[in-house]
């Protein structure tokens, strides 16, 4: 008798079990759930200036070969460079971006980009995202000197560069890409209350908006950290002030999350130094 029992109860058991399992089956096959893992990938290179003079290469300068040769490699795997303005337009409007995108981008605004670099992406039908510091451009506007090794954009270059379709222009603040004066970067000082420093990043920021959109009658929806440093109340700001994107140097491949937009906000980008091959460089980056 007990060992009927115990049959029927093993039956029992067995029974709801597989009811069980058939349910979760059924219910994943037809409500699929995003997650990261669904989404797409997206590197983003960061570099910043382009010399032709050897002794000048370090971490943040490379030649115009190297250039050439990443911008080659990145297109021999399948990759294809969107715009900042194409990522929004996927997210927010569903319209298409390639299947393997790559966003590369150019901090503080060098003339150096106008020399090397703009030709090259227009050679190869390639995009970047260039980054200005307002005050950087207002001093080489106002006494030119082109010396590539040292020198800046100037708002005429900067207009010419926004009105083609392989530049889009962005918001590296308008006087706070420096460490000085107890600030690093758009961070605020130390004791510094939170009132103080919204008026003063606001005003900072807010100034460089109005000239971009005064010279190139284009108003930047990005906005990259200088040194990449911010904390919460800095990126809040920026937030509040109606960026739609922020890039910053924290280096890791990015997902595109179309369910949680808040990956915008915190764009990881890797910096490309001199002394590594294309290939080394890339390696870790693009699959």
């Known amino acids: ?13 067995v029974l709801i ?8 089956y059924l219910y994943t096959k037809t409500t699929p759930c995003y997650s990261k893992e669904d989404g797409k990938a997206l590197p983003i290179i960061m ?11 370090n ?14 490699y990145i297109k021999s795997k399948g990759y294809e460079p969107i715009l900042i303005k194409d990522l929004l337009e996927y997210v927010y409007q569903g319209k298409p971006i390639p299947e393997k995108p790559i966003i590369i981008t150019f901090d503080d605004g060098n003339e150096s980009f106008y020399h090397y670099a703009y030709p090259i992406l227009k050679q190869h039908n390639m995009k970047a995202v260039l980054s200005i510091v307002g005050s950087f451009t207002d001093t080489y ?3 030119e000197d082109h010396n590539i090794n040292y020198s800046y954009l100037t708002w005429k270059q900067i207009n010419e ?12 603040t308008y006087n706070l890409h420096n460490n000085e004066k107890g600030r690093q970067g758009c961070l605020p000082k130390a004791n510094e209350n939170k009132e103080e420093y919204k008026n003063i990043l606001e005003k900072d920021i807010k100034k460089l908006q109005e000239d971009i959109t005064k010279y190139t009658a284009k108003t930047p929806t990005t906005f990259t950290y200088p040194f990449g440093k911010f904390n919460k109340d800095t990126e809040k700001i920026v ?3 109606g960026f ?22 915190r764009l990881g980008r890797f910096n490309r130094p001199h002394n590594i091959t294309t290939e080394e460089f890339f390696k870790n980056i693009l699959k």
């Open 47 to 57: 570099y910043h200036h382009i010399s032709s003079d050897n002794t000048k290469l």
């Open 141 to 143: 506007s106002k006494n």
């Open 239 to 241: 937030k509040d002030m």
């Open 244 to 265: 739609s994107a922020i890039l910053t140097c924290e280096e890791r491949i990015n997902i595109i999350d179309i369910n949680n937009k808040d990956f915008l906000y």
């Open 1 to 13: 008798m007990i060992k009927h029992f115990i049959k029927y109860i093993f039956i029992f058991v």
């Open 59 to 72: 971490n943040y300068v490379i030649s115009p070969k190297q250039f050439e040769e990443d911008m080659l």
């Open 17 to 24: 079990s597989l009811c069980f399992i058939s349910f979760r």
């Open 161 to 172: 560069l926004s009105k083609s379709s392989y530049v889009e222009i962005a918001n590296h």
